[in-house]
Nanobody, 127 residues
Framework: QVQLVESGGGLVQAGGSLRLSCVASTRTFSNYGMGWFRQAPGKEREFVTAISRNGGSTVYADSVKGRFTISRDNAKNTVTLQMNSLQPEDTAVYYC????????????????????WGQGTQVTVSS
Protein backbone atom coordinates (compact mmCIF):
# COMPACT_ATOMS: atom_id res chain seq x y z
CA GLN A 1 0.00 0.00 0.00
CA VAL A 2 1.36 3.39 -1.01
CA GLN A 3 -0.01 6.58 0.47
CA LEU A 4 -0.16 9.47 -1.96
CA VAL A 5 -0.62 13.05 -0.79
CA GLU A 6 -1.28 15.81 -3.29
CA SER A 7 -0.76 19.51 -2.68
CA GLY A 8 -0.58 22.75 -4.61
CA GLY A 9 -4.13 23.18 -5.78
CA GLY A 10 -5.97 26.46 -5.56
CA LEU A 11 -7.74 29.25 -7.38
CA VAL A 12 -6.05 30.94 -10.33
CA GLN A 13 -7.12 33.22 -13.14
CA ALA A 14 -7.18 32.05 -16.72
CA GLY A 15 -3.71 32.18 -18.19
CA GLY A 16 -2.09 31.59 -14.83
CA SER A 17 0.00 28.72 -13.52
CA LEU A 18 -0.07 26.21 -10.71
CA ARG A 19 2.32 23.52 -9.58
CA LEU A 20 0.93 20.35 -8.08
CA SER A 21 3.02 17.94 -6.06
CA CYS A 22 2.39 14.38 -4.98
CA VAL A 23 4.49 12.73 -2.29
CA ALA A 24 4.48 8.95 -1.98
CA SER A 25 5.08 7.08 1.25
CA THR A 26 7.18 4.20 0.04
CA ARG A 27 10.85 3.20 0.10
CA THR A 28 10.57 1.90 -3.43
CA PHE A 29 9.17 4.93 -5.23
CA SER A 30 11.37 4.28 -8.25
CA ASN A 31 9.42 1.05 -8.85
CA TYR A 32 6.20 2.96 -9.48
CA GLY A 33 4.86 4.53 -12.61
CA MET A 34 3.00 7.71 -11.71
CA GLY A 35 0.05 9.47 -13.26
CA TRP A 36 -2.21 12.47 -12.87
CA PHE A 37 -5.92 12.28 -13.54
CA ARG A 38 -8.66 14.86 -13.07
CA GLN A 39 -12.37 14.92 -12.53
CA ALA A 40 -14.54 17.93 -13.27
CA PRO A 41 -18.01 18.33 -11.73
CA GLY A 42 -20.49 16.07 -13.43
CA LYS A 43 -17.84 14.40 -15.57
CA GLU A 44 -15.91 11.17 -15.46
CA ARG A 45 -12.35 11.06 -14.24
CA GLU A 46 -9.93 11.49 -17.13
CA PHE A 47 -6.27 10.98 -17.84
CA VAL A 48 -4.02 14.05 -17.78
CA THR A 49 -0.43 12.82 -17.90
CA ALA A 50 1.85 10.05 -16.67
CA ILE A 51 5.53 9.30 -16.29
CA SER A 52 7.54 6.11 -16.28
CA ARG A 53 9.43 4.69 -13.33
CA ASN A 54 12.72 6.08 -14.53
CA GLY A 55 11.28 9.42 -15.62
CA GLY A 56 12.44 8.92 -19.16
CA SER A 57 9.04 8.53 -20.78
CA THR A 58 5.93 10.67 -20.49
CA VAL A 59 2.49 10.77 -22.06
CA TYR A 60 0.05 13.69 -22.15
CA ALA A 61 -3.60 14.05 -22.96
CA ASP A 62 -4.09 16.13 -26.09
CA SER A 63 -5.93 18.76 -24.09
CA VAL A 64 -2.87 19.59 -21.98
CA LYS A 65 0.01 19.04 -24.39
CA GLY A 66 2.32 22.02 -24.51
CA ARG A 67 0.83 23.50 -21.33
CA PHE A 68 1.42 20.88 -18.63
CA THR A 69 4.67 19.18 -17.68
CA ILE A 70 5.09 16.14 -15.47
CA SER A 71 8.35 15.34 -13.72
CA ARG A 72 9.55 13.20 -10.87
CA ASP A 73 12.30 13.17 -8.28
CA ASN A 74 12.87 9.61 -7.13
CA ALA A 75 15.19 10.77 -4.35
CA LYS A 76 12.33 12.79 -2.85
CA ASN A 77 9.48 10.39 -3.63
CA THR A 78 7.76 13.19 -5.48
CA VAL A 79 5.99 13.66 -8.77
CA THR A 80 5.19 17.18 -9.91
CA LEU A 81 2.70 18.61 -12.37
CA GLN A 82 3.54 22.07 -13.68
CA MET A 83 0.42 23.61 -15.22
CA ASN A 84 0.75 26.72 -17.37
CA SER A 85 -1.72 28.70 -19.45
CA LEU A 86 -4.56 27.37 -17.36
CA GLN A 87 -8.08 27.65 -18.71
CA PRO A 88 -11.49 27.39 -17.04
CA GLU A 89 -11.92 23.94 -18.59
CA ASP A 90 -8.96 22.76 -16.52
CA THR A 91 -11.06 23.22 -13.38
CA ALA A 92 -11.25 19.85 -11.64
CA VAL A 93 -10.06 17.78 -8.74
CA TYR A 94 -6.63 16.47 -9.66
CA TYR A 95 -5.62 13.02 -8.48
CA CYS A 96 -2.20 11.46 -8.24
CA UNK A 97 -2.00 7.73 -9.01
CA UNK A 98 0.67 5.05 -8.73
CA UNK A 99 1.25 1.52 -9.89
CA UNK A 100 4.17 -0.87 -9.87
CA UNK A 101 5.23 -1.53 -13.45
CA UNK A 102 7.90 -4.05 -14.37
CA UNK A 103 9.32 -2.04 -17.26
CA UNK A 104 11.38 1.04 -16.45
CA UNK A 105 10.07 2.98 -19.41
CA UNK A 106 6.42 1.96 -19.45
CA UNK A 107 3.83 4.72 -19.11
CA UNK A 108 0.30 3.86 -18.06
CA UNK A 109 -2.39 6.13 -19.42
CA UNK A 110 -5.53 4.25 -18.37
CA UNK A 111 -7.28 4.53 -15.03
CA UNK A 112 -7.51 0.77 -14.62
CA UNK A 113 -3.72 0.51 -14.77
CA UNK A 114 -3.38 2.30 -11.43
CA UNK A 115 -4.21 0.83 -8.05
CA UNK A 116 -3.03 3.52 -5.64
CA TRP A 117 -4.75 6.90 -5.51
CA GLY A 118 -4.43 10.11 -3.60
CA GLN A 119 -7.32 12.08 -2.13
CA GLY A 120 -7.12 14.78 -4.76
CA THR A 121 -6.51 18.50 -4.80
CA GLN A 122 -8.91 21.09 -6.19
CA VAL A 123 -7.85 23.32 -9.05
CA THR A 124 -10.19 26.15 -9.98
CA VAL A 125 -9.52 28.43 -12.92
CA SER A 126 -11.61 31.58 -13.17
CA SER A 127 -12.32 33.32 -16.45
Amino acid sequence: QVQLVESGGGLVQAGGSLRLSCVASTRTFSNYGMGWFRQAPGKEREFVTAISRNGGSTVYADSVKGRFTISRDNAKNTVTLQMNSLQPEDTAVYYCAARFFKADDYVGSKMYEYNQWGQGTQVTVSS
